[in-house]
């Protein structure tokens, strides 16, 4: 698999820095040998954008932009309505200003809602159970109307499970900024002892164990399935969805388990009440990104857990 330096040339980063810090890319050249234009910049800020696209004439854009926790989004709903439709919109109409018409846009399983598991491409969405991924589906149409408005567009729409992981150098990692929402970044700050205790969210669904089933993905793979995904629309044009995930569903007391297998670290863990807008239980089937990007995970849920605690104990107090 060709490295995306090798596909695109010239790679730059646009960021805002509200949950990440630009030591972070220091780290991401140190790791791909490659240097990155940095453009600090809020997706919202058309002025802005419109300077990194005259700078950059960019061939294609991976759109990361966006809020994603599925707890804090139930919370504060049009916190992420504003942030990750109106940003996306801006970012479309600057694309289109400067021609740019190839995105890769990083979309999400919760657009499914609740269709039968595993879940296919095919199957209808937005039937969501919550602010962040009702933003993922009507970013989704809204670049479903731009191709039908305009079919030189090209198109993928990425749908992450479950996250998870860390490079295996321990130089980047999962590292939100306060409190985490999602469940390993938690895990592994209760491990070091940054947090006293995980709370389980719900022990009473109906899954094997009681708590909630997901497809966790390693990040590597994660970021291979763009690779993959960029390779294809720089040659084409069109729209279309893709699974990127595992295949396979584990619940929330195995992650506990296999991080402590894998680790050694007890966990100090309770079961507590549901979590608004948490579904029993999801995973992929991951056929088409295999069968049309040539690309399958290739990392278990041991190397997840291994690969977080590595970065963990290499960066206790995260990424300054
Ligand atoms: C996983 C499980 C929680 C925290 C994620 C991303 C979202 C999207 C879909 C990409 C759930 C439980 C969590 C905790 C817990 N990914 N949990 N205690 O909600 O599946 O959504 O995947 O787009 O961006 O957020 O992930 O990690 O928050 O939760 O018990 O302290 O862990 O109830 O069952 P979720 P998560």
Known sequence: MQAISEVIP????????????????????????KSLKRYECDIRNREGLEKVFAETSPQAVIHFAGLKAVGESSKLPLMYYENNISGSVVLF?????????KIVFSS????????????????????????YGRTKHFIEQILGDVYKADNTWSISLLRYFNPIGAHESGLIGEDPNGIPNNLMPFISRVAIGKLPQLTVFGGDYDTKDGTCIRDYIHVVDLAKAHLCAVAKILDTTGINAYNIGNGVGYSVLDII???????????????????????PAFYADATK?????????QYDIDK?????????????????
């Open 108 to 131: 999400s399983a919760t657009v499914y809602g609740n269709n039968p598991i595993p879940y296919k491409e095919t199957m209808p969405t937005g039937d969501v159970s919550n602010p």
């Open 93 to 101: 109409e600057v694309m289109e200003k400067f021609n740019c018409k």
């Open 10 to 33: 010239v790679l730059s980063s646009v960021d805002n820095y509200y949950n990440s810090v630009p030591a972070v890319l220091d780290r991401v050249e140190t790791i791909t040998g």
């Open 289 to 297: 990104a295999n069968t049309e990007l040539g690309w399958k995970a």
């Open 257 to 279: 388990n296999a991080f402590e297998k894998t680790t050694g670290q007890k966990l100090n863990y309770i079961i507590g009440d549901r979590r608004a807008g948490d579904l």
């Open 304 to 320: 997840m857990c291994i690969d977080t605690w590595n970065f963990q104990t290499k960066n206790p107090d995260g990424i300054k």
